[in-house]
C-alpha cells in the first residue's frame, strides 16, 4: 500500500509544480507591453494640442472682424484724445511729465455727435468764421487745420466743406502727387484760411519753416470716419504716432495758451 500510493503522490506533486511557475512568470511580459503602450499615446498629445490651438487662433480672428462689423460707431470724446495720450507716451515718460500733457477742457470743442456733416459741425463750432477769414492776412499760416489719415480722405473733406468754407482759400496738405517744396512757395506767396491734409506732411512742412502755427485758431480731427477695414486714423500706430509727433511741435503749448482749440470731428 505504500508503494502504490507514494508514486500517484510524488507525481501529482511534481507535475504541479511546473504549471504553477508557468502561470506566476506568463503575465510578466504582457505587464512589460502594457507599460509601453501610454508612452506611444503620450508622443501623439502634443499633435493635437497644436492643431487646437491654430484652430482658435483663426476662430479668434473671425470674431474680432465679426465684432467691429457688427458694432455701433461711437461719437469721439476729449477723454478719447487724452487716454491715447497717456497710453502712447507711457513707456518714455514719468509720472510727472504725463501730467504735464493733460490739456484743460477749455481747449477743446464740441465734439461731433455723429449727426453733423463737416460744413454744419464746422458752422457750429466757429458760427463767426467770415470775420475770422477776413481779417486774416499772414502768409505762411491758416487759420484753421483739419487732419485726417489720407490724401483721398482729405480730398473727400475738401468736396464735403463747401457750405462752410465760402470764398475762403484751401489748400491741400499731403504729400500725394505734391512736393514739399511747392507747398513751401504756395504759402510763401499767398494767403490761405484752411489746410486740409495729413499729419506727417503737416509736420515737414512745419519743420522746412512754410507753415507757422501762431496764427492757428482751430485744429479739428477727423476723428470717426473709418476706412474700408473699419479703422478710425487713430487706430493706424503710423497715423497715430505722427499725430503724437505734431502735437509736440507747438500745438500743446498753444491748446494750454488758450489761443488753440480742437475738435473731434
Known sequence: MKFSISPEASDGEGEGDPEMTKQETAPAPALSRKTKQ?????????????????????????????????????????????????????????????EELNLPDSCFLKANDMTHSLSSYLKEICPKWVKLRKNHNEKKSVLMLIICSSAVRALELIRSMTAFRGDSKVMKLFAKHIKVQEQVKLLEKRVVHLGVGTPGRIKEL?????????????????????????????????????????????VLSLCKSESLKLGLF
Not at 44 to 51: A, H, L, N, S, V
Request: positive net charge; contains cysteine.
Open 38 to 98: 501610454p508612452k506611444e499615446c503620450f508622443l501623439i498629445q502634443p499633435k493635437e494640442t497644436k492643431e487646437g490651438a491654430t484652430k482658435t487662433r483663426r476662430r479668434r480672428k473671425k470674431k474680432i472682424t465679426d465684432v467691429l462689423a457688427k458694432s455701433e460707431p461711437k461719437p469721439g470724446t476729449p477723454d478719447d484724445l487724452q487716454k491715447l495720450m497717456k497710453d502712447y507716451y507711457s513707456t518714455n515718460r514719468s509720472v510727472i511729465e504725463l
Open 206 to 250: 512745419i519743420k522746412q519753416g512754410g507753415l507757422n502755427l501762431n496764427p492757428l485758431k482751430f485744429l479739428v480731427f477727423d476723428w470717426n470716419w473709418r476706412d474700408q477695414k473699419l479703422r478710425r486714423m487713430m487706430d493706424i500706430p503710423e497715423i497715430r504716432k505722427e499725430v503724437f509727433e505734431l502735437l509736440e511741435m507747438g
